[in-house]
């Protein structure tokens, strides 16, 4: 392991200042260019050597755990909450509002939202300006969240009822409603067995996550994610824009030809309604010649019997 697996593996000990130290210097690697990811990285290998399902977990634990006052435990408190604010603030989270949505969702999963409430009641200063500027950032990101997809009220990102309720409210009526429909529909009869059938949807979490966070370029801002450098969720997209372009570029071609059928019938019925009309003028010709003829004979009788 390199030197920073060893500093994320620190997080175990039970010495409070090297645990506090671990913290620190994870928190000052999220400010150091590709810091940031190397951080994340690193908890994702800590994850697999320490057993646990979220590569945050031992973090948040941090956060409820109960110990003498005396002891260090306000500092490490605050220290933890540095580290969670800098892994969601800094790096890609300066500018993507996706990325730290998807960053303190895997918090909430760790159970932060429940541990919230606690810490809140301690007077530490630094700790509750920590927690004033997770929960500040969360409420500013939840407004850009609902500005951006029209929402009239804010999404509860812990409560899967609410965001279910976000999804469908904001592509109802939209060419994403039934792509949404299929999904969940297929999220729902997903095949397996108590054991096979979490690991089909993990997987396709996976998916999804990819192509949520994906940039135009193919960048996943959370390259631990797994599966990640594996394929390009744009290249993907831009093959079905393909498709959809031959699609339309067919459908109007497909127009053009019914307009050109239907202007050549335009112009066989117009051309032989002009055949009927010359016929109708040379028809109405020879009456006139033979009125004129008529009326000259007629002309000429009379003049001679004048004379």
Not at 47 to 59: A, F, I, L, M, P
Not at 228 to 242: G, L, M, P, Q, T
Not at 290 to 300: A, D, F, R, S
Request: hydrophobic share 35%; glycine share 4%.
């Amino acid at each position: 392991p390199g030197s920073l697996d060893l500093i994320a593996r620190s997080i175990q000990t039970t010495e409070l200042s090297t645990k506090n130290m671990a913290l620190q210097m994870l928190s000052a690697m999220c400010l150091v260019p590709e810091g940031h990811r190397r951080v994340l990285l690193t908890m994702d290998k800590y994850k697999d050597y320490s057993g646990e399902c979220t590569r945050w977990q031992s973090v948040v634990r941090e956060l409820s755990l109960s110990r003498p006052a005396e002891s260090l435990d306000v500092e490490v408190k605050t220290t933890t909450m540095g580290l969670i604010n800098a892994v969601i603030c800094t790096g890609p989270g300066r500018t993507d509002l996706q990325y730290r949505l998807h960053m303190r969702y895997e918090f909430i999963l760790c159970g932060m939202e429940e541990v919230l409430p606690r810490l809140r009641s301690y007077s530490d200063k630094r700790l509750l300006g920590h927690i004033a500027l997770y929960d500040d950032m969360a409420a500013d990101d939840l407004d850009q969240l609902s500005a951006s997809l029209n929402l009239r009220q804010k999404t509860d990102l812990g409560s899967m009822d609410s965001v279910a309720t976000a999804l469908l409210a904001c592509t109802k009526h939209t060419a994403s409603q039934p792509f949404v429909h299929s999904i969940l529909t297929h999220l729902l009869i997903t095949k397996g067995d108590r054991k096979t059938r979490p690991k089909r949807l993990k997987f396709v979490d996976l998916l999804l996550q990819q192509v949520a966070l994906q940039d135009s370029l193919g960048e996943d801002p959370d390259r631990a994610s797994a599966g990640s450098d594996s394929f390009n969720i744009n290249k993907i997209i831009e093959h079905f824009i393909a498709e959809e372009d031959v699609s339309t570029a067919q459908a109007e071609r497909s127009k053009a030809v019914a307009a050109r059928d239907a202007y050549k019938l335009r112009c066989a019925k117009a051309e032989e309604k002009s055949k009927d009309l010359l016929a109708d003028k040379e028809g109405l010709k020879r009456q006139l010649r033979k009125k004129i003829t008529h009326l000259e004979k007629k002309v000429k009788v009379l003049t001679d019997e004048k004379e």
